[in-house]
């Protein structure tokens, strides 16, 4: 097997003492354990010249919009540099600052319109050793003095005024369920006789910082199921759904993948539910995949949510930036293997064991849910629409484009190369599409605040053509 060899040992040992383990403890040991999972690595992961590109690391121009928005939540929320030092400055909170550029963007935007200590904190929690060193690195060689500290857990970054997440939650250990007819459900896999089994240290109890799998259960631990770390009776919730032949209902099952050693290698295999509160989110949405299909649940992303409701100030913002969109679209049928890939060295990878500890795991974020379970937690709905709307009502194509293709038709090689990374945060055809944006709420019960970000209708992107022309005319 490829990957980092400790990890591995680590399943192995687990899956042996316990039987095959959901995708989702899987997920979760192979990105955030804290010794040997995937953001434990000391080498670069993001930017050109680790796995994988994210918007922050595509170019400053997206932390300097998104800076536009907070900016006018501050101004909502009473906090203006005009008005002297405030008794307590304004807090923001990020969760998951990945290389620390959205950070760094952002704070240098902040202090060019005169937020600096004293009005301003800025609060990061990630679990990652090796990031937190990248992000401190990055922040203080571009402003020393910034009003930045690093905290273990959200909770003891409250009360926080503005809550960022950027591609933290589609980071999240997800449940991978399966709805079959129950004549046609998959029968539970044996322990498989070709098992290779390399002395290793013991497995963890959970992987720590991050948001924790399932791991109750008795499977494995007396030889009665070769189901462990979580696996629940085979009566799943919702045994019988809403299918219909004539007049007959017709029994079906929901099951859930599970990780497993066949052949010297990791594979899925089909067991009992391991976790009640996947079915109930998709059974409250209304979503009902067809036979077979795949649907990977991320019920952490709730627990993250609940998290952040406990540190809020009174009056509070929450901006959820990642990949996915609404709960039709994440779980549409024309996705019947689900949303799991990994990234490696810039290259996308449909195999999620292809180097477990070594590459990054990511599945798609229903928003739905977060919307559903916000209200539940007293959050208003301000809008939900993809990135590239979102950044073209900041400003993003007449503030950071067009001076870009000025300077690009002007013959300026540099300011072309810096276009087209602009171009791709919001265009269609880049991210402008497959990411987007939920803003929330708290402390405005009877009127919304009208928010520059989430308006509708939004600009309609100009295409690079069109923006050089229009450069050339503006001349």
């Known amino acids: 097997m490829q990957g980092n060899p400790a990890l591995i040992r680590l399943l192995l040992n687990e899956i042996r003492r316990q039987g095959a383990i959901p995708f989702a403890r899987y997920m979760d040991l192979a990105l955030h354990h804290p010794e040997h999972g995937y953001y434990a690595q000391g080498r670069p992961l993001i930017g050109r010249e680790g796995d994988f590109l994210t918007a922050p690391s595509f170019h400053p121009a997206f932390g300097r919009t998104i800076w536009r928005q907070v900016r006018e939540m501050l101004h909502i929320l009473g906090f203006s540099p005009r008005r002297g030092l405030p008794a307590r400055p304004a807090r923001i909170l990020e969760i998951g600052a990945g290389g620390g550029h959205l950070a760094r963007d952002l704070l240098l935007a902040a202090r060019s319109d005169g937020y600096g200590p004293g009005h301003l904190e800025y609060v990061i929690v990630d679990e990652s050793s090796p990031l937190q060193e990248r992000q401190r690195d990055l922040i203080t060689a571009a402003w020393p003095e910034a009003p930045v500290r690093w905290v273990p857990r959200v909770e003891q970054a409250g009360p926080v005024h503005v809550v960022l997440m950027n591609e933290l939650m589609s980071a999240f250990p997800v449940h991978r369920l399966v709805r079959r007819p129950a004549r046609q459900a998959a029968p539970a896999a044996s322990s498989p006789a070709d098992t290779v089994l390399p002395a290793g240290r013991q497995a963890a109890a959970g992987a720590t910082g991050g948001p924790a799998a399932s791991s109750g259960g008795n499977g494995g631990a007396n030889g009665s199921s070769p189901f462990g770390s979580g696996a629940g009776s085979d009566q799943a919730p919702d045994r019988w759904g809403p299918e219909r032949s004539g007049d007959h209902r ?9 990780v497993t050693v066949q052949g010297g290698r990791f594979v899925q295999v089909e067991g009992p539910v391991s976790e009640p509160r996947a079915v109930a989110i998709l059974r409250e949405e209304g979503i009902e995949p067809q036979p077979g299909q795949i649907v990977d649940v991320n019920v952490g992303a709730g627990d993250m949510l609940r998290a952040i409701a406990g540190v809020l100030a009174r009056r509070a913002f929450v901006i959820t930036i ?8 994440v779980y549409s049928p024309q996705r019947p293997r689900g949303t799991v890939r990994g990234y490696y060295r810039q290259r996308l990878l449909d195999d999620p064991f292809a180097r477990p500890g070594e590459q990054d795991i990511t599945a798609d974020l229903d928003f739905t849910y977060l919307q559903r379970l916000g209200r539940r937690l007293g959050l208003r709905d ?9 950044l073209l009502n900041l400003g993003i194509e007449e503030e950071e484009a067009l001076p870009l293709a000025r300077r690009a038709w002007q013959g300026d090689l540099e300011a072309d190369q810096a276009l ?8 269609p055809e880049g991210l402008g599409e497959s990411f987007w944006v939920l803003v929330q709420a ?3 019960r009877w009127r919304a605040p009208r928010l520059q970000g989430v308006r509708v209708p939004w600009p309609e992107p100009k295409s690079l053509a069109e923006l050089l022309a229009l450069a050339r005319d503006q001349r």
Do not use: I, K
């Open 442 to 444: 708290r402390g405005f």
């Open 322 to 329: 990642d990949y996915g969109g609404p709960a039709e679209v």
């Open 420 to 427: 087209q990374r602009v171009y791709a945060l919001y265009a």
């Open 250 to 258: 017709q029994p079906f099952e929901w099951r859930e993948l599970y």
């Open 382 to 390: 301000l809008g939900l629409l993809p990135q590239g709307a979102f």
